[in-house]
């Protein structure tokens, strides 16, 4: 190699030795008769102590790629924030691979460059320390789930890119074909049929990281391309899944930030509504969700008197809650059809203009049931639903979190959401999978699959922590006949069936296990590792809102004669521009 | 889990244990009182012992998923060949988890079904054991590289898969966009750039397991969707590099297949061409083609007074160069214009209708310059095309290697290719990348650039294993200017550079390291190493020679709705049909 030390590790212990270093010029301190350079590489950073006639005959300039040599000396003034702190290097010879432009912002972790201009430039964007240190974190990530489960014989297998497309809610991206025109491939949303006909093949324990597309409106933190830590086992129960789940995240979480997750919570879908106002509850805290209609049914006000009531408690809350938070929080709440009731606890008794509806005796009870003290904050609601109820008191919950800095980067609570409804119902009658139509109904259910379908639990479960969920997963149907009456239930016909699955339905004829599975999705798991919430911050070269790669400057138009050799025509006004 | 044992483990040690075995009934004997079972999973075979009562009640059939509980006996007829050869279970509960139906063809490594059967049921096909051995093999390969490759602090880095179209004469599969009409993503043919753009980054040491694309027309050992070990490294030289390729090899070869490769031997472009006419040299054997006409042109026939002259020895190749297999030599030897001049060494003497051209000393001087030995084969031909004299000889002495069953698939010889030239000249007079654009002209030959550009040799380098080429990379260019200069010369406008690379060309302003990589070719490895020359035994879901998947039979056509949205159309009559 043309270095024979890295920027991150010269100490006192090699004073006076002879060393070659290679990397940027991240600052430059000229004092006229000497000067200083810092040097900065992928490990950290080193301070270069140069002549005056060395630095002005260098020409050095930030972002210059150099190589010295020199000797390892004890430095004047020592820095205790680096692991080279106390040494500098006593330049003998630079040699300058190449000098660099001034560049478009200053390559340093606090920035104020526009995203956008850092995504044109992507390439020094990742220069910067903390880009860096995101992507070594991923790169450990992935590491330690290849460790544990090729420890667990999960054999690694890549499922194809190229595959059929099979529209199931989000849509696909399309490849045309050349050899068969007018025929497409698609790129896969995830690699599901082929994990099962794994298992179906007897290969039992598989697992990928799995690059999977989806051509939906961009949000925050989806890109069209993102990564999944795919698994699928046979001959498993759900425990046994879930161990492999819990398993992975504690050795993903140990080996790349050094910290070691509790046990993991495991919660029914129903409870998660219930407590937390949603199905990916945030258990950093407490404040759950309380059933409140026991208690306020009592009181005279009518709209407690049918219906659903719930609230929270927000401890300390009182001095929160001005009427300019609360016409806040009634926006949000507006979105699910609620409004917001407040009860403080003020000079030992309840205020709120509710309060006139309760008599003293509910007072003391409503205290003392909720056992609320002094300066505490109850926010109720009620609704005829129940779901939206939940839902909307449980977004009120995250906000009070907000307030209260209860959402602490720092600590990671893990749950499983278990017991997921098979279906939804919808308004007009018709039924759909909550997760994905290969999931197997709970064997105690299985009997109301005919008369009460929306009644059925199955076996899916997710990954949460702190509210975001990190895998969905479930043990999947292994008998044709239930595939086949859930297919049935989805109201899929029998041509819809035989075009879109046919080969998978097939496959269900020739001897299939049990089996099961999960994926994770590593983009989210980076972020909390990495403690952002901009997806962009855990990708090396991410694409923006618009699904552009700001730096190459793509998607781009292609010659016609790339065009004719598909046999495709571009229609309409619209041409390049964007919509 | 829903076994205590997997179908391998079970041995003597383990006599009278209770256990659960979960797999597939591979074979059944019934003896009418009682009945043999074969069970199989992933890992081998385990024999059940069942009475003729639990036969008939379970009505096991071929392929029936199943679990079984029982004892662990010894067996009367042990089996020699594997692992639980010596027992048996003797089955008190049989579970079927789902019945087969009667498998297309039979799931045995031996099988006479076509290959296009077996991929249209390719689950099936999948449980046959020297398939899933293949799978297993190259997961190793890859828990090999990656072991090997993160113990030298290469990071991982995902690079996208939706990027910029840029024709570099293998043509790209489009995906178009959604959102900017009539603009188009391709899928990467690899990753070149953007890991160029990591070192330019900083990120010093970058690998990546990557899904490549080629939309080119298929052949035996090419896919549409290929993956390779992508590696770039900066700061470094081209030993760095080589030692990494061969390390890198050796410990996948060991850790793989327990093969312990010998170091790599080193060849320039220019000797393998000479001794081997091949730039993949088959290293297995010697036969290296000889340039004979210093010895040659002193003989009387008029066609090696001028040109050039070569051959090779084939040892006690006499006998196998019959008039039929002479001719069918030159149907080979014609493809490069030649024609085989064939000598014999019979009763001590030459023999061939050359012969009457060489005079009796010159004969001796042949036979004892050569080492011609009674029985032996000499081949000869000439040209005035060195190239095409060499690459014929060259494809005829692999001919020759198989007559004499030298290409062992046992013993693997690996060898570097180097100094490979920058350019070939075209017969119009422009000059070509041998490589790729981005590499490094050799130092001591930049100086040809301007006057000679075809005498330029660059850091190129090839790694070829049994003459297959496993891998190739080089240095590349890191200064803005030389890179200009090679476009130039490859005759890239100004225009045409903006256009394809100009993000990539802009990166060289801001201080590009020295830096250097190859790309691994994961699927010819793991045909290496499993001993097959059909690519599409290394590969759980493999397209046809049409790139399609026979079984999901995609490429497609799809609902008009979709092509709506991305305002495209179909255009010319094929709608559909193969062409």
Not at 27 to 42: C, M, S, T
Not at 143 to 159: C, G, N, P, Q
Not at 384 to 393: A, C, D, I, M, Q
Not at 427 to 450: A, C, I, K, Q, W
């Amino acid at each position: 190699m043309l270095y024979t030390n890295n920027c991150s590790e010269l100490t006192k212990n090699d004073v006076d030795k002879e060393v070659v270093l290679c990397g940027w010029v991240h600052k430059i301190r000229n004092f006229g008769k000497f000067a200083f350079v810092d040097l900065r590489d992928r490990y950290g950073i080193t301070q270069l102590s140069l002549t005056g006639e060395q630095y002005s005959a260098s020409n050095l300039k930030n972002e210059d790629c150099i190589r010295v040599k020199g000797k390892v000396v004890i430095r004047q003034d020592p820095n205790p924030n680096i692991p080279t702190g106390q040494i500098e290097i006593k330049v003998s010879d630079i040699e300058v691979f190449s000098h660099s432009q001034l560049t478009p912002f200053i390559i340093d972790d606090k920035t104020d460059a526009l995203e956008d201009t850092r995504l044109k430039s992507r390439y020094l964007d990742l220069r910067r320390p903390c880009l860096q240190k995101n992507l070594t974190i991923r790169h450990k990530m992935l590491k330690a789930a290849r460790d544990y489960l090729e420890s667990e014989s999960f054999l690694e297998i890549e499922t194809p890119t190229l595959v059929k497309s099979t529209p199931e809610g989000a849509r696909d991206y399309l490849v045309p074909s050349r050899i068969k025109k007018g025929c497409f491939y698609a790129l896969p949303q995830s690699p599901q049929i082929y994990k099962q006909l794994l298992m179906i093949s007897g290969l039992e324990k598989y697992y990928q990281v799995a690059r999977c597309y989806r051509d939906e409106d961009q949000r925050a933190d989806r890109q069209p391309e993102f990564t999944q830590i795919d698994v699928e086992m046979s001959f498993c129960q759900r425990e046994d899944v879930l161990n492999v789940i819990e398993s992975l995240l504690k050795k993903i979480f140990k080996d790349s930030i050094s910290y070691s997750l509790p046990d993991f919570e495991r919660i029914s879908y129903k409870d998660a509504i219930a407590s937390y106002g949603s199905d990916k509850p945030d258990m950093r805290f407490d404040m759950l969700l309380k059933d409140l209609y026991p208690i306020l049914s009592k009181s005279e006000f009518a709209g407690f008197k049918d219906g659903y009531v719930k609230g929270f408690v927000v401890s300390d809350g009182a001095k929160l809650a001005s009427r300019k938070v609360q016409d806040k929080d009634n926006e949000l709440l507006k979105k699910y059809n609620l409004k917001g009731i407040y009860i403080k606890v003020e000079n030992s008794s309840l205020t709120g203009s509710i309060v006139k509806f309760f008599s003293e005796d509910l007072q003391r009870e409503i205290i003392s049931s909720l056992d609320l003290k002094e300066g505490d904050l109850l926010i109720v609601a009620n609704s005829n639903n129940y779901e939206r109820l939940s839902l909307g008191l449980g977004a009120l919950r995250i906000e009070y979190a907000k307030k209260l800095n209860l959402l602490s980067p720092d600590c990671f609570k893990p749950c499983f959401v278990l017991d997921w409804p098979m279906f939804e119902k919808k308004e007009d009658g018709t039924y759909e999978s909550l997760s994905n139509p290969f999931t197997r109904p709970r064997d105690e259910d299985v009997y109301l699959l005919d008369s009460e379908p929306e009644k059925v639990l199955s076996y899916a479960y997710d990954t949460v922590i702190n509210g975001l969920e990190l895998s969905s997963g479930s043990l999947r149907i292994y008998s044709g006949e239930m595939q086949k009456k859930v297919f049935d239930l989805l109201g899929l016909s029998q041509e819809d069936i035989k075009k879109r699955f046919g080969f998978f339905v097939d496959a269900f004829n020739y001897g299939t296990p049990p089996h099961g599975g999960f994926a994770l999705g590593v983009d989210r798991i980076a972020m909390l590792l990495c403690k952002t919430d901009n997806v962009r911050d855990v990708i090396a070269f991410p694409k923006n809102l618009s699904a552009t790669d700001m730096m190459a400057e793509c998607p781009s138009q292609v010659p016609q004669e790339s065009l004719d050799i598909l046999g495709l025509k571009i229609v309409g006004d619209d041409h390049g521009n964007e919509i």
